[in-house]
């Protein structure tokens, strides 16, 4: 059994090279070299940890998982875009370059919610459940127990609880901006919710990409740049 300890490394290098590479400073490297960048970097890393993620699918059929993806990325829109609103000024933010756009779209459509989803709901929900589960049980050390004795891969399709959602939902929210707390706080929520009802991640990879398709969109035709 490959331990959730060892299971670590694949699990957050790719979601660690994202945000490593988007706090390095714009005199540094420009926004859209720091997207293209990635773009190459982070789907090598996801490439070369493939083989020990968790499977996306579940006991339902993935089409079902997609349409009901579909329609939860939209709702997520609405709330996200509503709690948002009240914590972010309408400024004079430049709009992206047609280039600098584009490549900010292929990475919140197609890279972030693979990364994102794989690392809080298939990583850390199942190891916040197994500790909870260890926890319950009476093991004295039910951290290390999760870590070293159990493997997120065992964890069936759905299965949840309490901890494992508020974890999960704390860790999802620590990667957005201040601003951002409250929509990702409910974002966080309605993927548990997901994960949850239909029991596989290819819900929540999809509601998470159209709702960044839908922001983006938003954004774009709206000229509201300073919700993204």
């Given amino acids: 059994m490959i331990t959730n300890r060892q299971l670590l490394l694949p699990y957050a290098a790719p979601y660690l090279a994202y945000v490593g590479i988007a706090s390095l400073p714009a005199t540094f490297l420009a926004p859209h070299y720091s997207y293209a960048l990635r773009l ?26 997609f349409l009901v993806g579909t329609f939860a990325g939209l709702l997520g829109l609405v709330i996200w875009i509503a709690l948002l609103a009240p914590f972010v000024q309408a400024d004079e933010t430049a709009p992206w370059t047609p280039t600098g756009f584009a490549l900010r779209l292929c990475s919140a ?30 093991d004295p050390e039910p951290l290390l127990t999760a870590l070293d004795g159990r493997s997120i891969n065992d964890v069936p399709p759905g299965a949840w609880s309490w901890p494992a959602v508020i974890l999960s939902t704390v860790a999802f929210t620590s990667g957005h901006a201040m601003a951002e707390w409250p ?3 409910a974002y966080g929520l309605l993927m548990a919710w997901l994960w949850i009802t239909i029991k596989d991640l290819i819900a ?3 509601a998470h990409a159209v709702t960044n398709l839908g922001l983006a969109l938003f954004v774009y035709t709206t000229g509201n740049w300073h919700f993204w």
């Fill in 109 to 138: 459509v197609l890279l972030v919610p693979v990364f994102e989803e794989l690392m809080m709901r298939g990583y850390v929900f199942r190891l916040s459940h197994q500790w909870h589960e260890a926890r319950t049980a009476g």
């Fill in 183 to 185: 929509a990702a706080v």
């Fill in 204 to 206: 929540c990879i999809t």
């Fill in 40 to 65: 190459i970097l982070v789907p090598v890393i996801m490439i070369w940890g493939w083989r020990w993620y968790c499977s996306l699918k579940g006991p339902r059929s993935p089409s079902g998982s």
